[in-house]
């Protein structure tokens, strides 16, 4: 099982550390793990992807809560929230192939940010399944490298009235 | 500059402000400023010097345990802040309040691989509820107010606060200190009124209830609601190692120590249960190896103020997040005795049926000196352990009556603790007597700490139980290894007599079990420090025992021949 966690912590250096700190001592497997300051300077928030069963998923809750430096710890879950990363891959692109990447690209609304003599690195956002997608439809053509930022997420406001489709 | 204080001065009235009598440390390069600081406040601090700051750490602890006040040691930076290591992990595992402080390189060398610098701060992140590293002298005040709140409230902990030596000398105006602000850390107190609804009702259905209760009982000070508890409702009661003294171990509810070395009723009665009331503790492996096979007709009610230890090992029916005392309170409130007469003959009978002895043979066995030292002293001494062999018989045979008197390191396990806990008990009461009870392997773990109670002519009686051999580790390589005794049989171990006189400390060796008592009563009637060395059977073995990871009533020796 996999369950998204969204905590704000306050903003001082260390933070982190306590918070990986804790992954690492109980053995718990993150997925990812984005953090950025948040619209109050003194807070940070940090999105985290655990996987394990459901008796750790509810212990990573609970020992997040423990830290002194915890504000809010939320669980998210998929269907209620809306939930972002961007993946940056540099693909070997010669020139006679450079056409296809183009068309798959311009498919999933991934955007070319750069282009090398032999190669062309794509900028892609959207939800984690979205870019797996996107990798999975490019590996065809070797993926020389690529970095993910690691999923945000923000509880959806119109949870009611969702239109599930711009998930 | 006038009107302004040294970060030093700051640190030292801080200090003092949170109520700190006393502080163990050990100096060096980067706590000079505030060394300097401690010698010219000695009238409003005292200071006790050990000899290694793992002592000063165990003596910080044992402090703490013994008083219920917060202790605080102190280390240079490097190797002094990493000798304390050991002793904050201790405290952690046990949930004790301490506060640590170290001293670290100046601010602008951090980093820098400079001498005796070591990252205290990262090493410490997890075993220590919390921990800072100060960068702004400022804010040493609010970070020491801070430090001594978490330390001690909620699940309390270690706390370590590494300063930089230059904040120890800056100049600064002071700032007026203001209250704790953290927005996250809100301990709960009171129990959910719905969940002791739920208490109540399964109190009044069940016909095989226990009472499993632990260390969380000192730290919340419920022993009294505790005892109305278990008294007004006839409940049995069996308690962990952390949770000896909570209630009055010669009571006829109390079913001694449950676990690995644990009394065979308490175990069994845990089994036949069908409700468990788990109170400030957490279920661990050495008290539940499998908890399937733990009490599987039971329910389960588990009160605790730390939710991540509710559901951590097992499924609970009733957990209920709170502190004990405010829980107990309202149970007591509400609840009435139950008839359980068939429960009752049952326990009476387990208890018959099953005593805990160990059999005589003209050696002297621990056993009977723990036992005899119990009958001697009737719960009035403060007791301290070490770890191994001598800390079960110590779980097992030692009447504790009162909380507070009895201090081990039962989560980490650390064989070293007890002396230097010893003294920190001694300093923190010192009109009563305070015994360690240790070992061979341990007492020449912390043995250093012989110039401390000299120096300080601390009353503290050492019995040290001397089988020449680590003796668990021994007992599990008879059991389980064959009997290849790797490195667990010491072919050389000093004259425990001699070192202490090269300490100017009185000892005593007792080589027969008719000089027993006659020995206690020595060491129990001397003024200042004492050793005595028991040399007892080499060869003894703690039972009753469950091997790890077995069910409750699987005890070894019962078809494992």
């Not at chain 2, 300097?36 to 200071?47: G, S, T, V």
């Not at chain 2, 040691?73 to 201790?90: E, R």
């Not at chain 2, 110590?394 to 650390?414: K, N, V």
């Not at chain 2, 425990?496 to 009185?506: L, P, R, S």
Request: proline share 5%; net charge neutral.
């Amino acid at each position: 099982m996999r369950k998204m966690i969204s905590i704000l912590v306050r903003n001082h250096p260390g933070v982190l550390s306590h918070v990986a700190g804790l992954f690492t001592r109980r053995a718990y497997n993150i997925e990812s793990i984005a953090a950025g300051v948040t619209e109050n300077p003194d807070v940070t928030r940090i999105t985290i992807v655990v996987s394990g069963d459901e008796i750790i998923l509810e212990q990573v809750t609970k020992q997040l809560r423990k830290l002194i430096d915890i504000i809010k710890v939320q669980d998210l879950k998929y269907s209620e929230s809306i939930t972002r990363e961007l993946v940056l891959m540099t693909i070997y692109a010669p020139k006679e192939k450079r056409h296809e990447i183009i068309r798959i690209a311009n498919t999933f609304g991934a955007t070319v940010v750069d282009v090398g003599a032999k190669t062309m690195t794509l900028e892609f956002v959207g939800n984690d399944r979205k870019i797996n997608t996107v990798i999975l439809s490019l590996e065809a053509f070797k993926i020389k490298e690529l970095a993910r930022t690691g999923l945000v997420a923000l509880p959806l406001e119109s949870e009611m009235e969702s239109d599930r489709t711009l998930l | 500059m006038t009107g302004t204080k040294t970060g030093a001065e700051i640190i030292v009235q801080s200090l003092i402000d949170a109520g700190v009598e006393v502080v163990f440390g050990f100096p060096g390069g980067q706590v000079i400023p505030l060394y300097n600081e401690l010698y010219q406040r000695a009238d409003d601090i005292r200071h006790i010097l050990t000899r290694h700051e793992q002592g000063a750490a165990h003596a910080a602890d044992g402090y703490a345990r013994a008083t219920g006040r917060v202790g605080v040691c102190i280390a240079t930076s490097g190797p002094g802040a990493t000798n304390l290591v050991t002793g904050l992990a201790t405290a952690h595992m046990d949930s004790v309040p301490v506060v640590a402080l170290t001293g670290q390189v100046w601010t602008n060398k951090i980093g820098n691989d400079s001498f005796q610098e070591a990252d205290i701060y990262g090493i410490s992140i997890p075993i220590t509820k919390y921990n800072y590293l100060v960068k702004q002298a400022d804010q040493l005040a609010q970070v020491i107010k801070e430090a001594f709140h978490i330390a001690a409230t909620g699940r309390p902990g270690p706390v370590l606060i590494d300063i930089p030596s230059d904040l120890q000398t800056a100049d600064i105006k002071p700032r007026k200190v203001g209250p704790v602000k953290l927005p996250g850390y809100a301990p709960v107190s009171k129990g959910h009124p719905r969940q002791i609804e739920a208490i109540l009702r399964a109190l009044k259905d069940a016909r095989r209830p226990v009472i499993y209760a632990g260390g969380g009982v000192i730290a919340s000070s419920a022993s009294k609601e505790l005892r109305r508890f278990v008294e007004k409702t006839g409940i049995p009661i069996t308690t962990t190692l952390m949770g000896k003294g909570i209630f009055p171990e010669d009571h006829p509810l109390h079913l001694g120590m449950l676990g690995m070395h644990g009394t065979k009723y308490a175990n069994c009665a845990i089994f036949e249960s069908d409700l468990v009331i788990a109170m400030g503790v957490r279920f661990d492996d050495r008290v539940a190896g499998d908890v399937h096979r733990f009490a599987p007709q039971a329910r389960f009610i588990h009160i605790d103020i730390d939710a991540a230890e509710i559901g951590k090992r097992l499924a609970v029916a009733i957990p209920i997040v709170g502190d004990l005392k405010a829980i107990l309170a309202m149970l007591n409130e509400k609840s009435e005795p139950v008839g359980r007469e068939r429960w009752t003959r049952k326990i009476a009978a387990l208890k018959e049926e099953h005593p805990l002895t160990w059999e005589d043979d003209g050696t002297i066995k621990p056993q009977y000196v723990i036992k005899t030292l119990s009958d001697m002293t009737r719960g009035e001494i403060v007791v301290t352990t070490d770890v191994g062999q001598h800390q079960m018989w110590a779980a097992q045979y030692m009447c504790t009556t009162e909380p507070r008197r009895f201090m081990t390191s039962g989560g980490l396990g650390t064989m070293g603790y007890g002396f230097p806990a010893a003294i920190g008990a001694q300093i923190g009461c010192p009109d009563r007597t305070v015994v360690c009870l240790t070992g061979d392997g341990s007492f020449q773990m912390c043995i250093q700490e012989l110039a401390t109670v000299r120096m300080y002519n601390l009353p503290v009686k050492m019995f040290i139980f001397n089988n020449g051999c680590l003796g668990m580790v021994r007992q599990w390589q008879q059991f389980f290894w064959d009997k290849r005794y790797s490195h667990t049989v010491f072919d050389y171990n000093p004259d425990f007599c001699k070192v202490a006189a090269g300490y100017d400390i009185e000892a005593l060796r007792v080589t027969e079990p008719a000089k027993v008592g006659e020995a206690i009563d020595r060491a129990l009637h001397t003024d200042g420090p004492v050793v005595v060395d028991f040399v007892v059977a080499p060869e003894e073995n703690v039972m009753p025992f469950i091997p790890s990871g077995r069910g409750q009533t699987d005890f070894f020796g019962e078809g494992d021949e």
